[in-house]
């Protein structure tokens, strides 16, 4: 089976601002990425994923593009950029970027030039009306449309109103922006994971939506939601609200458009959609090369029932394309909770997180990890509102205190919690001054989490066999060197288990039992799989037997068991 390379790599995601601080100002920089790409590579990484490098007044930290073919000034210079690219590959190391493609900066020069009159040349590269046509709400900061005098009109914004819509129904705008996708692709970057992409084009015919209630209002209602109804309430509302601003006709044109620039280049440039729908992939090979298996994450718990019924719903729908689907896991990113914090349920999230990530990385599909999940990095509640940084949070902490009257200290603790700054916080390199991650005397740009001096720190992992780095280290290892939980099938076993997920990964010549224990029970399992008798150990979070027959295999609690079968 001769797969891609983007179907073999483990991809991991930074987020520049937090990664690594190398010039010592109290934010991430390219100079410093470029040193840690040595750590990156003993991990086992073979792609990396940054979000968004360019030029940005960072009312959405970086998700606001002023310039997409600079590099923002904090984060180091083109060159700079350039001798990161060319260490990456140096190490074997692909690089994809992210795209912003439904908006920009209202700093643009696009914006700029478009909203200073109503006949410039860029007058219609955004979205523009004379009234507010509907009550669409913009999903960050209330009202959709904001006035802008200088036109005497109002312009659309899905995002907060520093975020315009472009209007990609006019041919300049994606003339425009190949140009800057091409930018990129002729340094030799690798490919693209593209942001919101359901979000590009709104309904032609600007329909209001029936939910009788703004955005805060719906942020609180979805706070105060305690029953299942309660969710399911709200969960309708959201999907009611916006259902007329996204997912529209018209995608998976653009989406072909930009393959088409892609696949001109030598390389296997590639595609990852920040979307979970696999229409996006069109037939197979003229869309986009992979969408997140978000559904695998969108959940309270991960638990056995739960993995099956998203595998079995996945890979079907993978398989029913004209040309086979790959799929793509993750368990997350910049928006949300830290894996560790989330499905950890108290006194076992070390363990949890360890048979999570074991999930990921074992599962068919591309596994994309987040920068500080294989340290077990915990999200910082930040309650503290004029230190959050995502202003998203700050606009509804204003919000729910002057509109809904919810108390300030109520209010603040939402905040905290709603803010994608508690899953940001900077790495923890060491257990020193600002987690290693800047000088002392330094303040970062976001508090660093003060459990770097609890052991969630590289330094002190790297040097402990039995850490949580260590762990992923290792285990990475063996899924390079397995071949079957690369390319192998997925086949699902003893489908009833409801505290064990037991899968095989198999090849022509290799099968692979995996055996995920999310129970503080330890068992004795039987399998009896045709043509297998015995199993070889290639990895578990217990001391490692030799050989065990398969009719009798031992886990312990929470254990990780990987083994070959013969
Ligand atoms: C995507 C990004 C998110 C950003 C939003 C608007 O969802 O992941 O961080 O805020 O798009 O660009």
């Known amino acids: 089976m001769s797969l891609k390379w983007w179907q073999t790599a483990l991809f991991y995601q930074i987020y520049p601002r ?15 990425i470029t040193e840690k790409l040595d750590y990156l590579k003993t991990l086992g990484v073979d792609a990396l994923w940054l979000s968004p490098h360019f030029p940005s007044p960072n009312w959405d930290c970086g998700y606001d593009v002023s310039d997409y073919c600079g590099v923002a000034p904090e984060y180091g210079t083109l060159d700079e950029f350039k001798t990161f690219l060319h260490e990456a590959h140096a190490r074997e190391i692909r690089v994809i970027l992210d795209l912003v493609l439904n908006h920009t900066s209202d700093e643009h020069p696009w914006f700029l030039e478009s909203k200073a009159s109503r006949d410039n040349p860029k007058a219609d590269w ?29 312009y659309y914004h899905y995002f907060m109103k520093q975020q315009p819509d472009l209007n990609w129904r006019n041919p300049a705008v994606k003339q425009a922006m190949w140009d800057a996708v091409r930018f990129w692709l002729d340094l030799g970057v690798d490919g693209y994971r593209l942001d919101a992409i359901g979000t590009i084009y709104e309904d032609p015919t600007l329909p209001s939506h029936s939910v009788p209630m703004n955005l805060a209002q719906l942020r609180r209602e979805a706070e105060l939601a305690r029953t299942p ?28 458009e930009l393959r088409t620039i892609l696949d001109e280049y030598e390389g296997d440039r590639m595609l990852v959609g920040e979307d979970d729908d696999i229409a996006y992939m069109g037939d197979g090979k003229d869309e986009l090369h992979l969408v997140f298996n978000f559904p695998l994450m969108h959940t309270e718990f ?16 993978l398989e029913a394309l004209p040309t086979r689907g790959w799929g793509c896991n993750t368990l997350g990113n910049h928006d949300c909770s830290r894996i560790r914090t989330r499905f950890g349920r108290g006194t076992n999230a070390l363990e949890l997180a360890k048979l999570n990530a074991a999930l990921v990385l074992t599962l068919r599909g591309t596994p994309f990890l987040y920068n500080g999940e294989e340290i077990g990095m915990t999200d910082l509640l930040i309650t503290d509102p004029t230190l959050l940084r995502d202003t ?43 987690g290693g991650f800047s000088p ?6 976001l508090p660093v989490n003060p459990n770097y001096a609890e052991g969630i720190n590289v330094r ?13 280290k290792r285990l990475i290892h063996v899924r390079k060197q397995t071949p079957a939980l690369i390319e192998g099938e997925y086949r699902p076993v003893q489908e009833k288990a409801r505290t064990y997920f037991a899968f095989l ?17 330890a068992r004795t399992l039987r399998f009896s799989l045709e043509g297998f008798h015995t199993a070889l150990p290639l990895f578990s979070t217990e001391p490692m037997k030799k050989e065990e027959t398969l009719s009798k295999i031992h886990v312990a609690p929470y254990e990780v068991l990987l083994v070959e079968l013969r």
């Open 505 to 521: 990964r198999e090849t022509p010549i290799q099968t692979v039992l995996v055996v995920l224990n999310y129970s503080a029970r």
């Open 392 to 434: 998203m949070a700050t606009w509804y902490y204003e919000s729910a205190v002057n509109e809904l009257k919810v108390p300030q200290a109520e209010a603040a603790h939402h905040a905290g919690q709603m803010s994608r700054d508690k899953n940001r916080t900077p790495h923890q390199w060491a257990n020193s001054p600002n």
């Open 126 to 154: 955004y979205v523009w009306q004379d009234t507010p046509p509907n009550n669409w709400q913009s999903c960050f900061d209330g009202d959709a449309w904001t006035y802008a005098p200088e036109r005497n009109q109002y």
């Open 460 to 472: 002190e992992q790297e040097n402990d066999p039995a850490s949580l780095l260590a762990y992923y």
């Open 440 to 445: 002392a005397g330094i303040t970062p740009w």
């Open 229 to 256: 109804e309660d969710h399911k309430r709200s969960r309708k509302n959201w999907h009611n609200m916006f259902k007329n601003q996204w997912g529209q006709p018209g995608l998976h044109e653009l989406m072909k």
């Open 302 to 317: 991960i638990t056995p029932a739960h993995i099956r019924r998203n595998q079995a719903q996945r890979l079907a729908r």
């Open 18 to 32: 937090s990664f690594a601080d190398g010039n010592g100002d109290g934010i991430g920089d390219f100079k410093g």
